[in-house]
Structures are given as C-alpha cells and as structure tokens.
C-alpha cells in the first residue's frame, strides 16, 4: 500500500523556522503557524497495483520540498492551504511491504497560516476528520513486474493486479520527472491511509510528437500533460486534418475512377448500386479493384488483338497462291 495521511502536528522549532521562512517573504514566529507532519506515500503496492521503487522516493523527497499542499488537487490559488519545508525517507523495522520487501515512507514537514480562513481546515486536522493525503507527480517509468516492460515505453500483455504463475502482477513507478503538490482529499482510494495518485505519462518538457502519441497508446490511466505539450498535440492534429482533407478528395477521385472502370468492364451491372458501394470502401480496397478492372481490360484488349491477328493470318493464308 503508498500510504498517505497526517501525521502530527508540533510546535515549530527555532531551527524549523529558519527553513520555513526561507520561502517566506517576511519573517514568521511559531505562534503565527500550524505545522505538522505527513506521509506523502511509500514503496508498498496501493490499490491500483502500483508503487514507487526506493529510488524513487527518495527522488520525490528532494523535489517535494517547497511544494504546496491544496484541497481536491484543485489549481486554484485560493485551494493553496500549506508548503513542504522537509522531507525525508524513514525506514519501518516493524513493517514490511505487501510483497515482503523493507517499507520505507516518504514523510514530510508542512506549514499553514494560523488565520481565520484556514482555521476550519486546521480543526479538522487536528479532529482526525481531514487525515488522508493524494500526490501529484510525472514519473517516466512504469515497469511491469512479471516482465519487466517498460509500459511507458511499450505494451505488455501483463494486467496489473491478476496472477500469473501465482504471482500477482503491479507496476513498479521510478524515475521521477517532477512532482506538483499534495492534495487534502476526502474519500481515500489506497489501502489503510488510502493515498490516491495523478502521475504525468510524458516526461516534462518533451515535446516529441513520438513521445507523447507513444504515451497515449500506452496510457490505460489518467494522464497528464503541460501546455506546450499539449499545444504539439492541438499542431499535430491540425496538420492531421489538413492531410485528411487532401486524402478524402484523392479516394473520392480514386472512387470515381473506379466506378467508371467498373461501368466499362461490367455494363450489365446497376452502376448507381456499385457506385454506394464504392463510397465506403477503404482506399486499399478501392485500388485492389482498379487494378483488377485495368488488368481484366488489358486482357480482354489482349483477346482482341489475338483474334484480329488470327483471322488476317488465316485470310493470309487462304489467299496464298
């Protein structure tokens, strides 16, 4: 299980100050702020199958820090509750994963202003009624377990959380992009803290047509994208739309050549009715019939000339003297 969920909270330390004030514009005592502690995630396997390799999270410590925490993974500015200042990995002696691998959890330290907005959240916090915590991130690796593929990178027939072989297959998450911000959420998915997740299929910044149609194919969740990417992809399909538009005149051209082949080769048939027909038919299957139309013409052209040569020969011979 990725456990997510409130720790504690404490008074801040002088020391924990001088890191919390580091993204503060103005200098701000203990009494002014609420802190407490919070496991982001871990490396056990969640409800989804999936889960951080150690490598990983100890990535996600070093980028969670000065991240914010929001309500709902809403991006609004006003949902911005609280900020990381520390993290740090911490290993469990007593616990061990689903799998039987060392549990380590991703913690963290956070702070939030003690003002009269935030003051219902902070109750509830401290009533035990806002526990569970969701985090956002991009990762660049999803490897399946049974096989070791890379589901970023390509498909395998492996379906996460049904057995083969009497193992149970996930998905190990690693190689850590970025990570966004943790959210307060209400209705846990994972088990016990019920920790729920948003990863980003495509690596920040990469803007490759490749990367991103690759992402797609593979994705079978949420995914996430940046502006510019999506930007790519928004070209991408107007240039896919310009292409269609020259390709549908060239088959509609290819469809009326094909049909007058066709009144040709078989003027016993109702042309309007093949006509319909050869509206739908795809390019591949259109050309396979101009083809055979243009080959049952050169033969029958060929038959003709046969005959025409036969019969001034047989006359050339008749005559002979």
């Avoid at 038919?281 to 003709?304: C, G, H, Q, R, Y």
Wanted: net charge negative; hydrophobic share 40%; glycine share 4%.
């Amino acid at each position: 299980m990725i456990e997510g969920y409130i720790e504690k909270s404490f008074d801040a330390t002088d020391e924990e100050l001088e890191k919390i004030n580091k993204f503060t514009r103005a200098p701000f005592d203990a009494d002014r702020l609420y802190t407490f502690s919070v496991v982001l995630c871990s490396n056990d396997i969640d409800r989804d199958f999936e889960r951080f390799s150690v490598d990983a999270l100890n990535e996600l410590a070093e980028r969670f820090i000065g991240k914010t925490g929001i309500k709902d993974h809403s991006m609004k500015s006003a949902d911005q509750k609280a900020r990381v200042y520390d993290t740090w990995i911490e290993k469990c002696a007593d616990r061990k994963t689903s799998d039987g691998e060392e549990l380590y959890l991703l913690k963290a330290k956070a702070y939030m202003l003690k003002n009269d907005e935030n003051m219902p959240l902070i109750e509830e916090i401290e009533a035990g009624i806002k526990k569970e915590v969701s985090i956002s991130c991009a990762v660049a690796k999803s490897v399946c377990s049974i096989c070791g593929t890379d589901r970023k990178a390509s498909h395998c027939e492996h379906i996460a959380g049904r057995k083969y072989g009497g193992k149970t297959a996930f998905r190990t998450l690693s190689d850590i992009t970025d990570a966004y911000e943790f959210s307060f959420v209400a209705i846990p998915a994972q088990r016990d803290a019920g920790v729920t997740k948003k990863f980003s299929l495509l690596k920040k910044d990469s803007d490759s047509m490749t990367d991103i149609i690759k992402a797609i194919k593979a994705c079978d969740e949420e995914l996430v994208m940046d502006k510019s990417q999506l930007n790519s992809l928004k070209s991408y399909i107007d240039k896919l739309e310009d292409e269609a538009e020259v390709g549908r005149a060239c088959k509609k051209a290819l469809a009326n050549e094909v049909v007058a082949l066709c009144a040709e080769a078989m003027p016993e048939m109702d042309i309007k009715i093949f006509a319909g027909v050869a509206q739908v038919m795809t390019s591949k299957e259109l050309e396979a019939f101009k083809s055979a139309f243009k080959k049952s013409k050169s033969a029958d052209s060929a038959k003709l000339q046969l005959g025409a040569q036969a019969n001034n020969n047989y006359n050339f011979d008749q005559f002979k003297i």
